[in-house]
Nanobody
Framework: QVQLVESGGGLVQPGGSLRLSCAAS????????MSWYRQAPGKERELVAT????????SYADSVKGRFTISRDNAKNTAYLQMNSLKPEDTAVYYC?????????WGKGTLVTVSS
């Protein structure tokens, strides 16, 4: 059974940091590109960051470049999103995604709230 379980969300003040984790099971993790998406209230889901399966290359949305870092540990079947210098506009539910060609798996999301 495929599972993606996000953790690490919560309430943080502006300028603070959080580290999200995505624990994967039920598929060959190392073959899949891993991404983080987010969806703010009243907005569409947007791609935040991706790390590829083989080379581990990374890409980021312009809105988070220089502040967020995506990584993966294939030995632990886990992907991470380190978020620094958080802003109120980063408030959203963050979703983990695993992609291999047309196969897509999603987690249920973790809420990140940036507020003073």
């Amino acid at each position: 059974q495929v599972q993606l379980v996000e953790s690490g969300g919560g309430l943080v003040q502006p300028g603070g940091s959080l580290r999200l984790s995505c624990a994967a099971s039920g598929f060959t993790f190392s073959r899949y590109a891993m991404s983080w998406y987010r969806q703010a209230p009243g907005k569409e889901r947007e791609l935040v960051a991706t790390v590829t399966s083989v080379a581990g290359s990374t890409s980021y949305a312009d809105s988070v470049k220089g502040r967020f870092t995506i990584s993966r540990d294939n030995a632990k079947n886990t992907a991470y999103l380190q978020m620094n210098s958080l802003k109120p506009e980063d408030t959203a539910v963050y979703y983990c995604n695993a992609g291999f060609y047309k196969i897509q798996y999603w987690g249920k999301g973790t809420l990140v709230t940036v507020s003073s």
